[in-house]
RNA sequence: GCCGGAAUGGCGGAAUUGGCAGACGCACAGGACUUAAAAUCCUGCGGUCUUUAUCGAUCGUGCCGGUUCGAUUCCGGCUUCCGGCACCA
């Protein structure tokens, strides 16, 4: 065996090795478990990062883990290929994005299979591909005929850079989450889906989500922002139509001093067109449109707003409050109008506050340091009520019950449920990217596609100019359609799909990727759904991960797949840093894999992405780390190699193993400890690091119990093998050599995962501990599972606890099995 | 502002069920091998005090308090940092 761990060598051999037999392909095998473990395919922008290499190392670790565990193991690998970045490529360097994307697509499936990663390669898919956006737009006409596609002319946000219109859930802080431009408002016709219909089902789910990072799921119920509360109708003086607004505190409704509209709310022309209020009206909407939406959500911004001339009527005591316009309320919540409680809302206390109305309280604090009478702040605190009527000196808690009863009594309100979640606006004005399937007939409206017709292709005789229409429009073929139902000349839709789209159903697609007749066989992804395991980075944690439920819905509603949820367990893993902040071009501190990979290898690169931090936790890269992992490897490979050189004895291995003197045991011990520790560490808690330190503990055992005088050669020889066997889920390559200079010709892989033997972990004697008072005094050796009398009497024998306690009363002895004896004295 | 999460040596981190705090690694220091260097191997490595050294004493898991024989772990109250949401009525 060379005795030099020539690491490229040996990456290249088995890497070819594994390409030439197909090692991973993986097929529906009714007779074993079966396994998904999937990362979150990357987006080809031709350059692979150390977060990818985080990302599937840690899925590699698992899909490795869980085939030597006998399960029918389905790990896939595929490209997010359609998105910006292409087409503004095309812009720049005149390059057509499917040319682009391909190129990418080869360059980063290089890198990839540089890591050594056990991909079913024959899965592969990229979002691009006619084969796979046929049937996006097949999901999409199968939304649109259950009645969740619609289009809607709305205020949208638009990004100025991008050029097209964008998701609420794509614009962070005011800001295109792609490019951080300031997003603008525009009023255009787009297309909808209807996750809202979804709200319900996506928050109530997420308790069954056992397997997700409590984080997430906040996070996500923190976007669906559900808030239950009522619908209150008020009069308006002198006017046919009642003021409807939503609230969550019905107990306050005493205490309503005013009302606000949004400026954009219907009522406010109706109400103020040819009165002496107009101008002023005008004036304030006018002021506030020029606003950004991150100046107009400010909340240290000072309250403004304007009385528009008209009054409401409070029902529940006839009481006339004026009404104002301003712009902290929000026409896309609610209905656009509020009832002002200043004594309640902190909002509403400012804006009175500075427009001098009246504050009156209705709930009374508990706290003598409040005088509700004069209040500093809005009190927001529960409470007995006052200043209600027949509802004086109820809890308000009950009083939200009972006034909301009286309100639908009366037939004034109702009970209602209020979220954050908008529908999804799916539609940008871009190229690359999924048409949609969409036809405008002027007899018919919107119709879809036949579906036989599918896909609607990409035309190729485009124009990319960047300008803020889809280059689709400078197609000379594109636009013309036959409408399907009445065969009028139609056009259509030139807008394309968002690529969260394409994303939210991949993972089904894999389980039968090559399917020309159907999106996927319902025999193969019930076999293989849902995803066991999926990993991904945090930044996910709203957008795609929300979205890849929604669809998972709709599909099961469709009766296409047996699982709402898609996604069993989530990894979310932390991010990779340098020098405690992100890696970044503009820091320079920018850690490239293909470097590291060059100089140490891909199983050095993975074993210290692995064993340096939890995979949930931030990762700081260390270059003296990374040589930490690169010595490590070079010790095992030594370890093997001084072995099999040196001190195997191929008549002595025929013996059985025996376990005897001390030493045995200790080696015994250790690589049982370290065979369990990896087992649950690798295969259950997915806590990489600590699997890894206890390998290196075995390894070290291995090195002291090689130097001694005489080996037990069976049990050396099971030590070493079963080292490379539970080493190998995380360096790969390196084991496999390893395992065939041991004589092997099967590949790791295919071997079954060592058990180990819990009797061996039983030692015969252990170390227990004596404290006094909780202090610990001293260590005693006894004999396994001793008794507490045993315990007890032992640590009163002890000579050195015998003179601590001698002039003390003992009060209690608390003695823990197999742990320890505490001695409480005076 | 609201909602989550975190805080342990010089550093990354460990302690899975309330039971020896600091596993494993990095860095550092000393030694062995070598003409020398690299590589490798061995030893030490939380603070303070004490001792020639051993042995030992004592403090120590962000801060304050509580429960307990015993708390990094449980409870209450803070501080700081990270993340999410945010005039959402």
């Known amino acids: 065996m060379q005795e030099k761990y020539n690491f490229s060598g040996i990456e290249k051999k088995w890497q070819k090795i594994w390409e030439d037999e197909k090692a991973f392909k993986t097929e529906v095998d009714e007779s074993k478990e079966k396994y998904y473990v999937l990362e979150m395919f990357p987006y080809p922008s031709g350059k692979l990062h150390m977060g990818h290499v985080r990302n599937y190392s840690i899925g590699d670790v698992i899909a490795r883990f869980k085939a030597m565990n006998g399960f029918n193991v389905l790990h896939p690998m595929g490209w997010d290929s359609f998105g910006l970045p292409a087409e503004n490529a095309a812009i720049k360097n005149d390059i057509h994005p499917d040319i682009w994307t391909t190129e990418n697509i080869a360059e980063m499936k290089r890198q990839l299979n540089l890591l050594g990663l056990s991909y079913d390669w024959d899965r592969e898919l990229a979002t691009c591909k006619e084969d796979y956006y046929k049937w996006m737009q097949w999901i999409f006409i199968q939304f649109y005929k259950k009645g969740l596609a619609y289009k809607k002319e709305n205020p949208v946000n638009w990004c100025p850079s991008c050029k097209t219109v964008l998701a609420n859930e794509q614009v962070v802080d005011g800001c295109c989450e792609r490019c951080e431009t300031e997003v603008e408002k525009k009023n255009l016709s787009q297309w909808y889906f209807k996750i809202t219909d979804y709200a319900d089902r996506l928050l109530d789910n997420l308790d069954e989500l056992d397997g997700w990072p409590h984080k997430v799921k906040v996070m996500q119920q923190n976007w669906i922002g559900k808030s239950k509360g009522a619908e209150v109708e008020f009069r308006i003086e002198d006017f046919y139509k009642r003021l409807k607004v939503f609230t969550t505190r019905p107990d306050t409704l005493f205490g309503v001093t005013y009302m606000v509209l949004s400026p954009e709310h219907p009522y406010v022309k109706l109400l103020t067109k040819g009165t002496e209020c107009e101008e002023k009206v005008n004036e304030y909407i006018s002021k506030i449109s020029h606003l950004t939406d991150i100046e107009r959500s400010s909340t240290t911004k000072e309250k403004t707003g304007v009385f528009i001339g008209a009054y409401a009527i409070n029902p529940v005591n006839d009481k006339k409050v004026p009404i104002y316009i301003s712009d902290y309320v929000m026409m896309d919540y609610g209905t656009g109008a509020i009832m002002a ?211 998972e819905m709709v599909l099961y509603d469709l009766g296409l797949v047996k699982y709402e949820e898609p996604f069993k367990n989530l990894l979310t893993q932390g991010m990779v840093n340098k020098d405690g902040r992100k890696m970044s071009k503009s820091l320079g501190n920018v850690v490239s894999p293909e470097e590291i990979l060059s100089k140490f290898g891909a199983d050095t690169a993975r074993m210290f992405i692995l064993f340096a931090a939890p995979p949930e936790k931030e990762l700081d890269w260390s270059d003296q780390g990374v040589e930490g992992s690169y010595r490590f490897l070079n010790r095992v490979y030594r370890l093997v190699c001084e072995y099999v050189n040196e001190i195997r004895n191929e008549d002595k291995l025929k013996e059985e193993i025996i376990v005897n003197s001390a030493d045995d045991k200790e080696l015994n011990y250790a690589l049982n400890a370290t065979v369990k520790k990896v087992t649950e560490d690798a295969g259950g808690r997915f806590q990489f690091n600590t699997a890894i330190s206890s390998i290196m503990e075995l390894v070290n055992e291995l090195y002291r119990y090689k130097e001694l005088d005489s080996i037990n050669m069976p049990l050396f020889d099971k030590a070493i093998s079963d080292l490379v066997i539970v080493l190998s889920p995380f360096v790969p390559h390196i084991c496999e050599e390893l395992w065939e200079n041991l004589g092997h010709e099967n590949r790791l892989f295919n071997v079954s995962w060592p058990t180990y033997d819990e009797k061996a972990l039983v030692r015969d004697t252990i170390e227990i501990v004596v404290q006094i008072n909780g202090k610990v005094k001293e260590k005693m050796v006894i004999e396994n599972n001793s008794n507490k009398e045993v315990m007890e009497k032992t640590a009163l024998e002890n000579d050195k606890i015998k003179s601590l306690i001698e002039d003390k009363n003992v009060i209690k002895i608390i003695a823990v099995p197999n742990k320890l004896v505490n001695i409480v004295v005076k």
């Open 341 to 551: 409680v200043p004594a309640h809302d902190e909002r509403d206390f400012e804006f009175a506050k500075k427009f001098d109305l009246d504050i009156i309280p209705v709930v009374d604090s508990k706290d003598p340091e409040i005088d509700v009478n004069d209040l500093k702040e809005a009190f927001v605190a529960e409470g007995d009520m006052i200043n209600s009527g027949k509802y004086d000196g109820m809890n308000n808690r009950d009083a939200i019950a009972e006034i909301t009863k009286e309100l639908i009594e009366k037939e004034i309100g109702k009970e209602t449920t209020n979220y954050k979640l908008r529908d999804w606006l799916i539609s940008r004005q871009r190229y690359w990217g999924t048409p949609i399937p969409m036809i405008y007939c002027r007899k018919c409206g919107w119709v879809p596609e036949e579906e036989k017709n599918l896909p609607v292709v990409l035309p190729t005789d485009v124009e990319f100019k960047g300008k803020g229409e889809s280059p689709l429009k400078t197609s000379k073929t594109f636009a013309k359609a036959i409408c399907p139902i009445c065969g009028l000349e139609s056009t259509r839709e030139m807008d394309t799909m968002d690529t969260f789209l394409d994303s939210s159903w991949y993972f089904l697609r894999y389980c039968d990727p090559k399917n020309q007749d159907e999106i996927f066989s319902t025999e193969k992804v019930n076999y293989w759904m849902n995803v066991d395991q999926y990993i991904g980075g945090v930044e996910h944690a709203i957008l795609h991960l929300m979205y890849a439920r929604f669809f």
